[in-house]
């Protein structure tokens, strides 16, 4: 299976630690790209301010999204935090971000349950269906 995104182990580790920063609150935030690779992770603020679901605010996340054109980027997907389980999207990241942000949209999920061993991965959410995919890290 070829990766579904690629980026720098700073992109990973800027995930983790804002995961880490807001727990046991989920974080969010958007992923920037340019040819395919992730160039710039965009923390949001949770809205929700909840340990089981995340919104972005639609005003920020235009801010978020004029930033990524000016800089001539693109959106690649997003990011989230599961403070409490699995790094696997629940039903409810599915029926936010399925209709709207199917592939080629990525979501990262951070699982930091085990503040110790951080669970990164990444998914496609293709309407009801989530689907694991790979990434790649680059140098």
Not at 68 to 88: D, K, M
Not at 115 to 123: C, G, I, L, M, S
Request: net charge negative.
């Amino acid at each position: 299976m070829s990766a579904a995104i690629r980026l720098k182990r700073e992109h990973i580790e800027a995930m983790v630690a804002h995961a880490l920063e807001d727990a046991p609150i989920e974080c969010c935030g958007l992923l920037a790209a340019r040819d395919g690779a992730v160039v710039d992770v965009r923390r949001a603020k949770n809205n929700e301010k909840s340990p089981y679901r995340f919104d972005i605010h639609p005003l920020e996340t235009k801010r978020h999204l004029d930033a990524i054109e000016e800089n001539e980027q693109e959106l690649a997907g997003f990011y989230h935090s599961h403070t409490g389980s699995p790094a696997v999207p629940s039903p409810t990241d599915i029926r936010m971000m399925g209709p709207l942000f199917g592939p080629p949209y990525v979501h990262f999920v951070i699982g930091v349950g085990d503040p110790e061993r951080p669970e990164v991965r990444v998914w496609h959410i293709d309407g009801t269906e989530k689907i694991e995919r790979e990434f790649e890290i680059i140098e």
